[in-house]
């Protein structure tokens, strides 16, 4: 059974996170937030890709859900963390921890003659 300090302890020994205040929780980012940690220690929300998400749900249905909105359609998910084993809840942080380093590309690319 994971809790909020395995998550804050997990989190923060991923290369260059921090943690922040957000909104009513506590936000672990390094280019970009990847994890929210609610202010309860329960639950957590982990950036996944669509088809991570759905994989985790499938699996995991008592600790993995869909946020129901946009950013729930985007990948969020949210964990229940009594469910989740440490390796489990480690897994999911390192998943996200990759999303959120990867920098999309926004400009176009230039191409050389």
Known sequence: MATGEDLRRLALALDGT???PHFDRTAF???RIYATLA???RSANFNFSPDEQEFKCLV???AFSAIPNAWGRRGWTTAQLAELSEAEL???LRTAHVHALA???NKPSKKRR
């Open 90 to 92: 480690e897994a999911a």
């Open 60 to 62: 995991a249905p008592e």
């Open 18 to 20: 921090t943690a922040a």
């Open 29 to 31: 980012k390094v280019a």
């Open 103 to 105: 920098k999309p590309s």
């Open 39 to 41: 202010g309860d220690g």
